[in-house]
């Protein structure tokens, strides 16, 4: 019998709600200092909270579960409240919690000088309260209690500058397209409620009330009834379909095709926002879905394909934007989706390690990324257009340092992170019996336009001489700024240079066999990509675990098409061809790096040059291919129109309110004609009552005469 400990999941979540109540409700009356020590503290409680666990996890019977009674119970059907732990959900913790405590530091030096600065750590801890809910729930309405939470947080940071315009647009876009997804995933729950209910009549649920949404009760009923479920079967439809709907919903939380386009406006808000939820956690939500739903996907082969089609063009589309752009936070927005795009494209070939294996590499180098941009913005007063910058080199070495860190990494430059963990994309997107050589193709190219733009962002922000005069700084008689440049306070560099030390080492963990290593990330989380039929050890609320519970050793093997092979096995056969894939995909990287230093250090004025010769087709990149305005065009317009010209001015102003006005003005028009009646004249009213005396006589003499 596994005993396990009582971890007290339910704290982690709590202690970053608790310090977004205290500023949310206090935070106005408190102190500066004040306020930071509360954001500062619940969150890293909860980072250490997430370490005592890992110190714990090899000991404990997995999936550990904590259940704290039923949540929703009508008639036969009940949802837990409780939380779910295992080597998915810890690999999530630590990257939620660890990367967000080193983004609330740096946000205090950022942040420092900016009004409502209570109220942006109280929506920062409000936030990192929902998507802790969002990864440790152990059923999908707890998921999407989360999901949703995320999206309401997203909103109010996106929206923190809500007296500018274009922010507190770009925060209703974000909320209204992530709408759109998350309607997709609630009609998905519908159906595994309706598929896995007591009351569905089938054999995979027993007699009386189940956790219909538990997903220890969804995945042991799919692994333990292969024969429903097999590929070309009612069930394998039904799944298809949920599949289908939860790929849409994770389209919209995770920026990809066709629900984009709300990524690159959030940078509206403020940069460590950008950081935090457009790159290192919220947008990896809905890869975390995919991944958590693993055993779906692989009984709908169709659904699976289409996240690797939808993954790799997402890729190829937004990297091609990126190269163009000169927002440096848009250019990060882009190349944001593009690695979304890498990820989605491995869960779509079954590779769940490696796309998880990125989204952890991907939080270490690209909120290091977003959070040196924030440090040049600071330096430079707010601005952001890479073309009045350069010549920084010098001004802000560390920042320098350490974004130099972070585009290597990216770029997919061993040793660092980044190479191990696109590499892996690339390799099981083409060996795995899900991938295809065109998948490979497609990202190798991204990969070539990931180096190019990430370096010529690089070498366009720090090097060549500072463009001051389309900067718009004078000089004073001494030949400075007025405004001087310098590099950001320690608060503020100091998880730059730890971010900048797991983007080297990060990937480590994960050695190729290009350099004869062992997949020990993979194989850690391979358990939970294997499927096994039976739950294991519970605990209920008050932590004492369930009489009997026991680790479950059910090797029951997941039904999968005959052509799928298990995640990651006998994928490596030919250990040659890795090689050479490998050495191509560096060889790619560094071809971005020399294009860009040839077009930006080198030949400055080659990019206008070529900008201008390819006319039109520039310009549609540029302009990101018009997908906003074709949105706008073939959505929004005649929503709003529809809604002004015919809901509004037709419907309500002219039938209904043209019904009720017009029953008013009828009853106001007799009433008037009424009115003059009473005219208060004695001679009138005598004059009325001749007239009606003389038409009685006349009546009464024509029925005496009948």
């Given at each position: 019998m596994t005993q396990n400990p009582n971890l007290n999941l339910w704290l982690i979540p709590l202690l970053p709600l608790a310090g977004a109540a205290l500023n949310g409700l206090f935070g106005a009356r408190f102190p500066k200092r004040m306020v930071t020590a509360i954001a500062w503290?619940?969150?890293?409680?909860?980072?250490?909270?997430?370490?005592?666990?890992?110190?714990?996890?090899?000991?404990?019977?997995?999936?550990?579960?904590?259940?704290?009674?039923?949540?929703?119970?009508?008639?036969?059907?009940?949802?837990?409240?409780?939380?779910?732990?295992?080597?998915?959900?810890l690999v999530m913790l630590l990257v939620v919690t660890g990367v967000g405590f080193l983004i609330h530091i740096y946000s205090a030096g950022y942040m420092w000088e900016e009004g409502g600065y209570y109220r942006f750590f109280a929506y920062l801890n409000l936030f990192m309260f929902f998507m802790l809910m969002l990864i440790l729930a152990n059923n999908?309405?707890?998921?999407?209690?989360?999901?949703?939470?995320?999206?309401?947080?997203?909103?109010l940071?996106?929206?923190?500058?809500?007296?500018?315009?274009?922010?507190?647009?770009?925060?209703?876009?974000?909320?209204?397209?992530?709408?759109?997804?998350?309607?997709?995933?609630?009609?998905?729950m519908f159906l595994l409620i309706k598929t896995f209910g007591a009351a569905s009549g089938t054999e995979v649920n027993p007699v009386g009330a189940v956790n219909v949404l538990d997903f220890t009760h969804i995945f042991s009923s799919i692994a333990g009834h292969p024969e429903m479920f097999a590929i070309g079967t009612a069930g394998s439809l039904t799944l298809t379909i949920i599949a289908f709907c939860m790929m849409f919903g994770a389209t919209g939380k995770s920026a990809q095709i066709p629900l984009y386009t709300w990524l690159p406006d959030a940078m509206e808000g403020p940069t460590p926002v950008s950081a935090l939820i457009h790159a290192a956690t919220m947008v990896t939500a809905g890869i975390y879905m995919v991944a958590r739903s693993s055993i779906i996907f692989d009984h709908a082969p169709a659904a699976q394909a289409a996240v690797a089609v939808i993954g790799a063009v997402t890729a190829i589309f937004a990297a091609s934007i990126g190269i163009t752009q000169f927002d440096i936070k848009r250019v990060l927005a882009y190349s944001t989706v593009s690695q979304l795009g890498y990820m989605f494209m491995?869960?779509?070939?079954?590779?769940?390690?490696?796309?998880?294996?990125?989204?952890?590499?991907?939080?270490?180098?690209?909120?290091?990324?977003?959070?040196?941009?924030?440090?040049?913005?600071?330096?430079?007063?707010?601005?952001q257009d890479m073309r009045n910058m350069g010549g920084l080199r010098k001004k802000l070495p560390i920042t320098f340092a350490v974004m130099l860190v972070g585009t290597i990494a990216i770029a997919g430059i061993p040793p660092f992170a980044g190479f191990f963990s696109k590499d892996e994309i690339l390799w099981k997107a083409y060996s795995s019996p899900h991938g295809h050589w065109a998948l490979w193709l497609i990202g190798i190219i991204t990969a070539l336009m990931t180096s190019f733009y990430m370096f010529r962002m690089l070498f366009m922000t720090f090097l060549g001489e500072r463009r001051e005069a389309a900067h718009g700084h004078e000089e004073d008689g001494h030949g400075h700024d007025h405004h001087e440049i310098h590099e950001s306070p320690w608060v503020m560099l100091a998880p730059l240079v730890i971010l900048a030390a797991l983007s080297i080492v990060g990937g480590w963990y994960w050695?190729?066999?290009?350099f004869s290593g062992e997949n020990k990330f993979d194989a850690f989380l391979s358990p939970v990509f294997e499927h096994k039929a039976e739950p294991a050890a519970h605990m209920p609320a008050g932590g004492a675990p369930q009489t009997g519970a026991v680790e479950s050793h059910d090797e029951t093997a997941l039904a999968v098409p005959s052509h799928a092979a298990p995640n990651g096995a006998g994928e490596h056969g030919n250990e040659e061809l890795e090689h050479q894939l490998a050495y191509l995909s560096v060889a790619i990287a560094l071809m971005g790096l020399g294009l860009a230093y040839l077009l930006y250090v080198r030949r400055p004025e080659l990019p206008a040059r070529i900008a201008e010769s390819l006319g039109g087709s520039y310009k549609a990149v540029y302009n990101k291919y018009y997908v906003d305005e074709a949105y706008q065009a073939a959505v929004v317009d005649p929503i709003v129109d529809g809604s002004t010209d015919v809901l509004w001015k037709g419907m309500d102003v002219g039938v209904i309110d043209g019904a009720v006005n017009?029953?008013?003005?009828?009853?106001?028009?007799?009433?008037?004609?009424?009115?003059?009646?009473?005219?208060?004249?004695?001679?009138?009213?005598?004059?009325?009552?001749?007239?009606?005396?003389?038409?009685?006589?006349?009546?009464?003499?024509?029925?005496?005469?009948?």
């Open positions: 503290i619940f969150p890293g409680l909860a980072f250490l909270q997430a370490l005592w666990i890992t110190s714990k996890f090899s000991g404990l019977g997995l999936p550990y579960i904590e259940s704290h009674g039923a949540w929703v119970q009508i008639s036969s059907f009940t949802v837990d409240f409780g939380f779910y732990l295992d080597q998915l959900s999908y309405l707890l998921m999407f209690v989360g999901w949703e939470g995320v999206g309401l947080a997203s909103y940071l996106i929206g923190f500058y809500f007296l500018k315009h274009s922010a507190s647009q770009a925060g209703k876009k974000a909320f209204i397209v992530n709408r759109i997804g998350d309607f997709a995933f609630l009609l998905g491995a869960c779509g070939v079954a590779a769940y390690s490696a796309a998880i294996f990125h989204l952890m590499t991907h939080a270490f180098f690209k909120a290091l990324l977003f959070l040196s941009a924030g440090a040049v913005i600071h330096s430079l007063h707010h601005e050695k190729p066999a290009v017009g029953a008013g003005t009828s009853a106001k028009f007799l009433s008037d004609r009424l009115r003059r009646m009473q005219s208060g004249n004695i001679r009138s009213y005598a004059v009325w009552v001749a007239l009606g005396a003389a038409a009685v006589l006349a009546y009464m003499i024509y029925m005496g005469v009948q």
